[in-house]
């Protein structure tokens, strides 16, 4: 099983600042690496996938980076609607999938 | 609008079973493969079982094998998730969830629904 690590388990950004969040798996997943924003009661919603592109609607503030095991969200300037659990999940092993442990971001 | 509600959860007794469905729509059921993700209280997503557009294949984690059968009827475009020998630590919120493309993210999620393994 891939072993998906996130980092920090929280993050505290004031708004307007910009927020980096990483995961780490513990074997190459290429580019399989996908990132959700999960809000308190509400289903996660895909944000990113083949670690780079953006979903369908979501905004340019929100950015994916990297390849192999080491990935990178990065959330350019938070507005009070980012503030959540953003989790990260790879799909290269389809007989495994798995996620990571999440990372919450908080107001500062 | 792609949408998926989810329907089936309840309390039930350690050992019993359950069964959820989620129904699909907005979209061409039969051309996607679905999943079941689960979330126990407070904790993280853990993906339970996916099954290909067609039926045909399907997967488990390791977790539910043996216990869990995840089906479909694209007749009815409908997924499901048929649990037995449920335990305490199957207690989770279950999401189903829509694969983008092949072997893909999951790009469309339920609300979920809630299921209870307690005496």
């Known amino acids: 099983e891939i072993v998906m690590t996130q980092s920090p388990a929280t993050l505290s950004v004031s708004p307007g600042e910009r927020a980096t969040l990483s995961c780490r798996a513990s074997q190459s997943v290429s580019s399989n690496l996908a990132w959700y924003q999960q809000k308190p009661g509400q289903a996660p919603r895909l944000l990113i996938y083949g670690a780079s592109t953006r979903a369908t609607g979501i905004p340019a503030r929100f950015s994916g980076s990297g390849s192999g095991t080491e990935f990178t969200l990065t959330i350019s300037s938070l507005q009070s609607e980012d503030f959540a659990v953003y989790h990260c999940?790879?799909?290269?092993?389809?007989?495994?999938?798995?996620f990571g442990g999440g990372t919450k971001v908080e107001i500062k | 609008e792609m949408q998926l509600v989810e329907s089936g959860g309840g309390l039930v007794q350690p050992g019993g079973s359950l069964r959820l469905s989620c129904a699909a729509s907005?979209?061409?059921?039969?051309?996607?493969?679905m999943s079941w993700v689960r979330q126990a209280p407070g904790k993280g997503l853990e993906w339970v079982s996916s099954?290909?557009?067609?039926?045909?294949?399907?997967y488990y984690a390791d977790s539910v094998k043996g216990r869990f059968t995840i089906s479909r009827d694209n007749s009815k475009n409908t997924l499901y998730l048929h649990m037995n020998s449920l335990r305490a630590e199957d207690t989770a919120v279950y999401y189903c969830?829509?694969?983008?493309?092949?072997?893909?993210?999951?790009?469309?999620w339920g609300q979920g629904t809630m299921v209870t393994v307690s005496s």
């Open positions: 999940q790879q799909y290269n092993n389809w007989l495994a999938l798995t």
């Open positions: 907005g979209f061409t059921f039969s051309s996607y493969a």
């Open positions: 099954i290909s557009g067609s039926g045909g294949s399907t």
């Open positions: 969830a829509k694969v983008r493309n092949y072997r893909d993210a999951f790009d469309i």
